[in-house]
């Protein structure tokens, strides 16, 4: 493995608040954002508990471990740290403190518990392929009454769906939000995804969404709901994309995966968004496919994502886009077409 000293800006500014559940004395503590395999689905460590409350809290669930399935009961907040980055060859990477522990095969061939701090190039870090616990959760999105109860009546979904969730990934990997509609960018010559988008946005909010030409690439059209209403209420819900900084205006907002497709526990739901960001940001590269994006978070996230689906990735980043910025790319590893 490759450790590599993690100092984001913020961070160096800052410090990190951590967090861990566990069921002995903390040792080390990973940063929110890491996802933990739990019966609830796919989930960051900062939702399991309150970061801003007790320091040891109580909880109930089950978290997926090298020994099996084991019950979590306590979450405990660790305060302000410094974190480092460890990452594999293949582009899995895992952010906490040095005191944090992982097991590990070392290079004598020993399986041990080891410190993030003391991790050495060469040591062989296990990642479990599959391995999702529990059964499928059915998670319910907010009514449009409820976030605007003045609103046009527009149908949204009562609840998180496989065909959503494919939307979703279709908004992350090429979509955007305007102040009357959304926007999904797709190659004008598949017909058959443009077909697909269309009927979605028919399927799932009872609207025409019409194809327009994208005035800055002649390869390119959109496809465009026009409903203020479901505008609010896709930002309402945790849809948007995701500002840089509070004070960002414009392009360049950040795609990831919401809460309420993590929260499902169902690999068709999971499956389904990866889909939909491969169908609309992918391609397949030497017979293997592959999906991208400019967010190194978001492709990381969607590793994991198809890691719980048994499905092994590899990462690397190509140059492209508006100002020759990175585009990460994860590709499936032995799988070709």
Same mark, same amino acid.
């Given at each position: 493995?490759?450790?590599?000293?993690?100092?984001?800006?913020?961070?160096?500014?800052?410090?990190?608040?951590?967090?861990?559940?566990?069921?002995?004395?903390?040792?080390?503590?990973?940063?929110?954002?890491?996802?933990?395999?739990?019966?609830?689905?796919?989930?960051?460590?900062?939702?399991?508990?309150?970061?801003?409350?007790?320091?040891?809290?109580?909880?109930?669930?089950?978290?997926?471990?090298?020994?099996?399935?084991?019950?979590?009961?306590?979450?405990?907040?660790?305060?302000?740290?410094?974190?480092?980055?460890?990452?594999?060859?293949?582009?899995?990477?895992?952010?906490?403190?040095?005191?944090?522990?992982?097991?590990?095969?070392?290079?004598?061939?020993?399986?041990?518990?080891?410190?993030?701090?003391?991790?050495?190039?060469?040591?062989?870090?296990?990642?479990?392929?599959?391995?999702?616990?529990?059964?499928?959760?059915?998670?319910?999105?907010?009514?449009?009454?409820?976030?605007?109860?003045?609103?046009?009546?527009?149908?949204?979904?009562?609840?998180?769906?496989?065909?959503?969730?494919?939307?979703?990934?279709?908004?992350?990997?090429?979509?955007?939000?305007?102040?009357?509609?959304?926007?999904?960018?797709?190659?004008?010559?598949?017909?058959?995804?443009?077909?697909?988008?269309?009927?979605?946005?028919?399927?799932?909010?009872?609207?025409?969404?019409?194809?327009?030409?994208?005035?800055? !690439?002649?390869?390119?059209?959109? /496809?465009? *709901?026009?409903?203020? =209403? #479901?505008?609010?209420?896709?930002?309402?819900? %945790?849809? $948007?994309?995701?500002?840089?900084?509070?004070?960002?205006?414009?392009?360049?907002?950040? !795609?990831?995966?919401?809460?309420? /497709?993590? *929260?499902?526990?169902? =690999? #068709?739901?999971?499956?389904?968004?990866?889909? %939909?960001? $491969?169908?609309?940001?992918?391609?397949?590269?030497?017979?293997?496919?592959?999906?991208?994006?400019?967010?190194?978070?978001? /492709?990381?996230?969607?590793?994991?994502?198809?890691?719980?689906?048994?499905?092994?990735?590899?990462?690397?980043?190509?140059?492209?886009?508006?100002?020759?910025?990175?585009?990460?790319?994860?590709?499936?590893?032995?799988?070709?077409?």
């Amino acid at each position: 493995v490759e450790v590599l000293s993690q100092a984001w800006s913020e961070g160096a500014k800052y410090g990190y608040r951590n967090s861990q559940f566990s069921v002995l004395a903390p040792t080390g503590c990973a940063t929110p954002d890491t996802l933990v395999l739990t019966d609830k689905g796919l989930r960051r460590l900062g939702t399991l508990g309150d970061v801003d409350g007790q320091k040891w809290q109580d909880v109930e669930f089950r978290v997926q471990t090298d020994q099996g399935p084991q019950d979590a009961t306590k979450f405990y907040i660790n305060g302000v740290d410094s974190v480092i980055k460890l990452q594999t060859k293949n582009g899995y990477r895992f952010r906490a403190t040095l005191k944090h522990r992982i097991k590990v095969v070392d290079k004598n061939g020993n399986w041990v518990w080891k410190r993030m701090h003391a991790i050495e190039e060469g040591d062989v870090v296990p990642i479990k392929m599959g391995g999702m616990i529990g059964d499928p959760v059915a998670v319910a999105l907010p009514s449009m009454e409820s976030l605007d109860p003045r609103a046009t009546p527009v149908v949204v979904p009562g609840f998180m769906t496989r065909e959503f969730a494919e939307l979703l990934g279709a908004f992350m990997a090429n979509g955007s939000l305007h102040k009357k509609n959304i926007r999904i960018s797709v190659f004008k010559q598949d017909q058959t995804l443009i077909e697909r988008t269309v009927g979605m946005f028919d399927s799932l909010f009872g609207l025409k969404a019409t194809v327009e030409p994208d005035s800055q !690439s002649d390869e390119m059209v959109y /496809v465009v *709901a026009n409903s203020t =209403p #479901l505008v609010r209420w896709w930002k309402a819900a %945790g849809f $948007a994309k995701i500002k840089p900084h509070a004070k960002h205006v414009g392009k360049g907002w950040i !795609s990831h995966v919401p809460d309420a /497709v993590l *929260a499902t526990n169902d =690999p #068709l739901i999971y499956a389904a968004f990866i889909r %939909g960001v $491969a169908d609309h940001d992918g391609t397949v590269s030497a017979g293997c496919p592959e999906f991208m994006n400019k967010s190194e978070d978001f /492709v990381n996230d969607l590793k994991v994502m198809a890691m719980a689906l048994g499905l092994p990735t590899s990462i690397r980043s190509t140059i492209g886009g508006i100002g020759g910025k990175p585009i990460w790319r994860a590709r499936l590893v032995n799988y070709h077409y």
